[in-house]
């Protein structure tokens, strides 16, 4: 009766009401900011049980949720989301990153646009569809979309580093800076920076990975790494160290740059960058392992010369087989051809681009050379949409340095039996995997390709695609690139499957 007589109060505790739900808000925002997730998904869910009718947080809570590595838990949200409130564009936008961590890159991407046409001024949304552009190699339009999106969010210290990429020298250390304050201290966000702005600040003014031989086509024989007397292990290629140091590296299509073992740095001589590590991830049950940054002057492979390299150095970046790993993409100025069955290493110069290639990103071109197929791009790392006994497609990483065709256990048991395996010993550089079993009758059908597994070894990919922030179905390794002649285009984010015989 009093609000009938009176509705000045009532006006006083919708504002108040509504003030209280806007700091709850920005509350969990800034949690979501300094990487404290756990704490920002709970009061993001606070938010949401004191107003069930508005929507706004569940874009922080579903990322939250991912960023935190409970992905499961994003996928219901989202969907509880998408029910409740499908036409607003937090929701659309909260949707696109539960797909795309899904590895549903289309999905995705529909509702990044969806969210765009219900609000053009989303950040979150030009936050994701940039996300979709790397993947497809057009780097410079997802730059652009990040930029609107700083501009719209600068507090985001997501986006406060590729404002950060874009400074030079003090400037960009400033601005490193600027997004390091934001993120709480003891987080592996803040740790991965630390790290970042210590390299930067060792490294100076030096351009580093100059490429200083000639520019032209080349070969590098590579050699045959087994695991045991008739399964190849993978490709080695002899790389040289500041003169002195002669390393046997595996090549990796699913590894990024050149890693070495500490002592393999020390007797090369490497210079150490900054005085911060970072963790080196890959497959394996046991804590990741502190990874540092050392240079090295030269670094010689075949007629092929760098100057001033970057090495990531870790313990289990060496094996009783090989001293470390160097990934394809260190030739990504040039055209790749990995030849698995020649044992060989061909580099190929891109027509009418010099070695420096351009100061910034550029685009794919949108037509493919023949023979060639659109791959996704997740850092340096390379994917390929797979169906698996003719369902549901997937995403398959490309990894050279995998002696073995993996899947996913929990995609695995979508499609087929699986049973556990306690004989087979995977392991990668977090050591060995404590649950292995086997896929039985796994048909694979990618890139024109069928390949057929009476069984395939399965094992969990979760940690592996929290880390990259997308779901991956498997891994394709050596039993099928070992048939093939396999052509990397870095630049426009492409590749080619030639088969051939059988490795000799």
């Not at 049980?49 to 219901?76: C, F, K, M, V, W």
């Not at 549903?104 to 936050?127: M, N, T, V």
């Not at 090989?322 to 993409?329: C, N, Q, S, Y």
Request: hydrophobic share 40%; with cysteine; aromatic share 6%.
């Amino acid at each position: 009766m009093l609000f009938k007589r009176d509705p000045i109060w009532l006006t006083l505790l919708c504002a108040a009401a509504c003030s209280a739900q806007a700091v709850s808000l920005q509350n969990a925002e800034k949690e979501l900011f300094a990487a404290r997730y756990k704490h920002a998904a709970e009061l993001y869910a606070k938010v949401l049980a004191n107003d069930p009718a508005d929507p706004t947080a569940y874009y922080g809570l579903i990322r939250s949720l991912i960023e935190d590595h409970r992905s499961q838990e994003a996928y219901s949200k989202a969907a509880e989301a998408l029910q409740q409130f499908p036409q607003t564009a937090c929701v659309q936008s909260a949707a696109g990153l539960a797909a795309y961590r899904k590895g549903d890159i289309a999905k995705a991407e529909e509702h990044f646009r969806s969210a765009l046409r219900l609000a053009p001024d989303d950040a979150a949304a030009r936050q994701g569809l940039a996300s979709i552009y790397k993947t497809i190699s057009k780097f410079k339009t997802a730059r652009n979309l990040l930029m609107e999106a700083y501009r719209r969010s600068p507090g985001d210290p997501q986006l406060m580093l590729v404002h950060a990429d874009i400074s030079k020298g003090a400037d960009h250390i400033a601005a490193l800076r600027e997004a390091l304050a934001v993120l709480d201290s003891d987080s592996e966000e803040a740790r991965r920076l630390r790290a970042h702005i210590a390299d930067d600040l060792a490294a100076g003014d030096r351009k580093l990975s100059r490429l200083i031989s000639p520019y032209e086509k080349t070969r590098i024989k590579l050699f045959l790494i087994l695991d045991g007397p008739l399964n190849p292990r993978g490709l080695g290629v002899r790389v040289q160290f500041d003169q002195p140091e002669t390393a046997r590296l595996l090549l990796d299509t699913g590894a990024s740059g050149i890693s070495v073992s500490p002592k393999l740095a020390e007797r090369a001589g490497l210079e150490i960058l900054g005085d911060q590590s970072s963790d080196a991830k890959g497959i394996g049950d046991k804590q990741a392992q502190p990874s540092h940054r050392y240079i090295a002057s030269e670094v010689r492979i075949g007629e092929v010369v760098f100057a001033d390299y970057p090495i990531s150095v870790f313990r289990s970046a060496k094996s009783s087989d090989f001293d470390g790993l160097i990934g394809a993409d260190v030739f990504r100025r040039f055209i790749v051809t990995v030849d698995f069955p020649e044992v060989e290493l061909a580099l190929e110069p891109r027509p009418a681009v010099t070695p420096s290639e351009s100061d910034g990103p550029m685009d794919a071109a949108t037509a493919l050379p023949s023979g060639f197929q659109r791959v996704f791009r997740f850092g340096d790392h390379l994917a390929v949409p797979a169906s698996i006994n003719n369902g549901r497609s997937t995403l398959f990483l490309i990894d050279s340095g995998t002696s073995s065709n993996l899947i996913d256990d929990a995609i695995a048991r979508e499609s087929s039996k699986v049973y556990r395996d306690d004989l087979t010993r995977v392991s990668g550089i977090q050591g060995a995997v404590k649950q292995t079993s086997r896929a039985d009758h796994v048909s694979l059908v990618f890139a024109g390709f069928r390949q057929e597994n009476p069984s395939l070894v399965a094992i969990s990919l979760e940690s592996m695609s929290d880390s990259m922030s997308v779901a991956f179905g498997g891994i394709i390794g050596m039993p099928v690139l070992r048939q093939m002649a396999l052509t990397i285009d870095y630049q426009e984010g492409i590749v080619r499957f030639l088969h051939k015989n059988s490795m000799r």
